[in-house]
């Protein structure tokens, strides 16, 4: 059975990280919360936001498209879908429309992360509202080491909303994608597609559905 928006709603605003408009979520700007991502190799501190909360423009996008063209991001996520083709303005608007998209429907939920200076560095997603939901991410090379607590805070506000577990795909020689997961508590289990390894994580919550 999938999280109804509704369901959501209730168990994120309960867990203090959200506030609740409607039939749709927002989560709290993490730097009016007080709280940061701290880079685990650097210290280098940066905030999660909502998509919509990017600045609206070209910079944004040639952001996205200069981290998703940087050669191991590329190389590992985006050159087999793209049948080698380039990531271009238009996929990285097109992604930036269905990251908000995904808030507004309460369908998905993506995370971005941003560095000191408000530059996009990663970004993280669930990718349904399913109880045992896939989540995916990618980060620019020139902020090695943010992933793996960007993915423990989102572990955290999916406990916190009543999900029931995380899983995530990755390539079999993919060692660093691997590390993040591991470090972030996910654990290996039996696979059934050709060169990917799965990972999962369950959860729990002391939010009860009533």
């Not at 007080?34 to 190799?41: D, F, L």
């Not at 507004?104 to 996009?120: E, M, N, P, R, Y």
């Not at 399913?130 to 020139?142: I, K, L, N």
Request: proline share 4%.
């Amino acid at each position: 059975m999938r999280h109804s928006p509704e369901i959501l709603q209730r168990r994120l605003s309960s867990s203090g990280a959200v506030l609740a408009f409607g039939s749709h979520m927002t989560f709290i700007d993490p730097e009016s919360m007080g709280a940061s991502i701290v880079n685990h190799i650097t210290g280098r501190k940066y905030t999660i936001r909502r998509p919509s909360d990017l600045d609206e423009g070209p910079t944004i996008v040639s952001q996205i498209v200069a981290i998703c063209c940087e050669p191991e991001v590329y190389d590992w996520i985006f050159r087999e879908p793209l049948a080698g083709g380039p990531y271009t303005e238009e996929k990285a608007e097109h992604w930036l429309r269905w990251a908000r998209e995904g808030w507004a429907t309460g369908s998905h939920f993506v995370f971005a992360v941003v560095d000191d200076k408000g530059q996009l560095a990663a970004a993280c997603d669930i990718k349904s509202n399913d109880p045992m939901a896939e989540v995916g991410y990618w980060a620019s090379q020139d902020h090695r080491g943010v992933m793996t607590n960007t993915l423990k805070e989102i572990c955290s506000f999916a406990a916190k909303a009543g999900f029931k577990g995380l899983f995530a795909w990755t390539k079999s020689q993919n060692l660093r994608s691997r590390a993040v997961l591991e470090r972030a508590g996910f654990v290996k289990v039996p696979s059934d597609r050709e060169a990917h390894e799965r990972f999962e994580l369950l959860l729990s919550s002391g939010d009860k559905e009533e």
